[in-house]
């Protein structure tokens, strides 16, 4: 056996300090598992009885599945959900005993896979209801799965007719039944949400038809919040578990998990009329100071932050010069007294100020969710309590 010095930190990071771990890193995301898991215990309390799948798509929004979801099932969260089969199966290898729910379109040729697995496909079908009852037809208990009904997005899911006839073809087959409905809100995020009435209507005539799936489900975060009458047997929440509510949505006592972080890879002098980045776009006025930040657009650090954006420097804000390039950007740390290695944050708090995913967003013309979600896995993520760090997962070429 080695032993390990102090100067090289196992992998795992588990139980060093924040500042220990992220020494040598050029960027890195924070996760705080506390604040996650008192977010799960407020929003299962906020919509009780109904309950809590918490969607963890897109890598859990970029906060990254690896340590979200044994945080959120520590906390009690029932049920998950992902888009993606392939998402299924690696949440799978994490989670072996909770249900999972996958939202999206699934190939045929994937049932077999994704029942072995155990998970709860969204079937929009008769050739994906067959493979299912196929692949299932040797085991004792009947494959669950739910039928998604467009009630009025019109994107995915099936017409109330289409969903009311496919219900009847499973109703034949073997091996297969049919345990949940589900919808989606086209007006949720809206300040006018008003159509989400409409939809319900449509969608409470295809359960009353149908009363054998017990299961019905048709809230996301903010509907989930907003309109206790949709809550139903469960809701889908996936951006308020990060602590962020959608612009029309209230709820107290939630706490963003994520923060996104960086050393300063220099800090260099330039003189009045000197240009910086790509175009040249950006050109001092008069001496300055400016630093390299080592994050671009390839780690989602969206291009349209190149006007508007900022980092925080010592806990004050310096401001994007020039073009967000693929791997890095400048920032002017004129009378900052910043140095090379120092810790710059993206998105988050530092010192006495804070920089939040609707005020990223705003500034790149998007909203918060393209925000966290674009972030990508060559950055390293850092889960932590209390700064405390439980868990890394180092940053890779693979996005
Ligand atoms: C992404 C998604 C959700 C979660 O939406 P949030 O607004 O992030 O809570 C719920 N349902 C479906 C079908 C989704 O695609």
């Not at 692949?135 to 004792?140: F, L, R, T, V």
């Not at 589900?182 to 006018?192: C, G, I």
């Not at 989400?196 to 048709?218: G, K, N």
């Not at 090379?340 to 990223?360: C, F, H, K, T």
Request: hydrophobic share 50%.
């Amino acid at each position: 056996m080695t032993t390990t010095g102090a100067a090289t930190p196992p992998p795992s990071g588990h139980g060093l300090a924040l500042a220990e771990v992220t020494r040598r890193l050029n960027a890195w995301l924070q996760i705080d598992l506390d604040a996650l898991e008192a977010n799960a215990r407020r929003l299962a309390a906020a919509v009780a009885p109904a309950e809590v799948i918490a969607v963890v798509k897109a890598n859990a929004y970029g906060a990254g599945i690896e340590g979200v979801a044994p945080a959120l099932a520590a906390a009690g969260v029932p049920a998950f959900a992902v888009v993606w089969v392939e998402e299924g199966l690696a949440l799978r290898r994490i989670l072996p005993h909770h249900r999972i729910l996958v939202l999206g379109h699934t190939h045929p040729e994937l049932a077999a896979e994704a029942v072995a697995a155990n998970l709860t496909l969204s079937v929009d079908s008769l050739e994906l209801a067959r493979a299912i009852s196929c692949a299932s037809a040797a085991s004792e208990q009947p494959t669950p799965v739910h039928i998604h009904i467009d009630s009025g997005l019109h994107r995915d899911g099936l017409a109330p007719s289409d969903a009311l006839a496919l219900a009847q073809a499973i109703a034949e087959l073997p091996g297969i039944a049919l345990e949940g409905l589900s919808t989606h809100m086209a007006n949720a995020d809206e300040l006018d949400d008003s159509f989400s009435s409409d939809q319900a209507a449509a969608f409470a005539q295809v359960c009353d038809a149908l009363t054998t799936a017990a299961y019905v489900h048709a809230a996301n975060s903010a509907t989930a919040l907003r309109r206790p009458g949709l809550r139903l047997s469960g809701v889908r929440i996936g951006l308020a578990m990060h602590g962020i509510l959608p612009e029309n949505t209230d709820l107290d006592g939630l706490r963003p998990i994520l923060s996104v972080h960086a050393r300063l890879a220099r800090v260099s002098r330039i003189r009045a009329g000197e240009g910086v980045s790509y175009g040249l776009t950006w050109r001092a006025s008069g001496p300055a100071e400016v630093g390299l930040v080592p994050v671009g657009y390839a780690d989602g650090w969206k291009r349209a932050l190149s006007r508007g954006g900022a980092v925080l420097v010592g806990g004050r804000p310096a401001p994007v010069i020039g073009r967000i390039m693929m791997d890095q950007f400048v920032v002017d740390v004129t009378g900052l007294k910043a140095a090379a290695a120092d810790e710059v944050v993206l998105l988050g708090p530092q010192g006495d100020d804070r920089i939040d995913a609707w005020s990223v967003a705003e500034t790149a013309g998007t909203i918060a969710w393209d925000i966290t979600a674009s972030l990508t896995s060559r950055l390293a993520r850092v889960y932590h309590r209390g700064g405390i760090v439980e868990r890394v997962v180092r940053g890779s070429h693979a996005t």
